[in-house]
Nanobody, 130 residues
Framework: QVRVVESGGGSVQTGGSLRLSCAVS??????????VAWFRQASGKSREKLVA???????SSAVSVKGRFTVSKDKENNILYLQMNRLKPDDTATYYC??????????????????????WGQGTLVTVAS
């Protein structure tokens, strides 16, 4: 069973940086097909896909975060990171990690992750003060 647990949220000033972590279990980064991704949802808004990466290290980022947010993997420890730089108040949201044991569907609303076999975390809150 796939599970994900996010951490690393908090409060930061405009222009600051944060790194979120997502511990993934149920498959290994070095041996399986998978898609792992970050999403966010701001208060009163719909969920937004941010960035995804697959087992072949192919990745895709949303226009809203391209050049500011970077995804990376610790393959030894099965951890997905989201490095967020030059944060803005509009980045304030709850950030979610999600994973599935299949390839990313890059054109999909949720990178193809929103399936019965996928796992979503509880979310971690990021607040960017102006």
């Amino acid at each position: 069973q796939v599970r994900v647990v996010e951490s690393g949220g908090g409060s930061v000033q405009t222009g600051g940086s944060l790194r979120l972590s997502c511990a993934v279990s149920g498959f290994t980064f070095t041996m399986d097909y998978y898609c792992v991704a970050w999403f966010r949802q701001a208060s009163g808004k719909s969920r937004e896909k941010l960035v995804a990466i697959d087992d072949e290290d192919r990745s895709s980022s949303a226009v809203s975060v391209k050049g500011r947010f970077t995804v990376s993997k610790d393959k030894e420890n099965n951890i997905l990171y989201l490095q967020m730089n030059r944060l803005k108040p509009d980045d304030t949201a709850t950030y979610y990690c999600a994973a599935v044991r299949s390839r990313c569907y890059w054109a999909g609303m949720d990178y193809g992750i929103n399936t019965p076999s996928s796992a979503w975390g509880q979310g971690t809150l990021v607040t960017v003060a102006s």
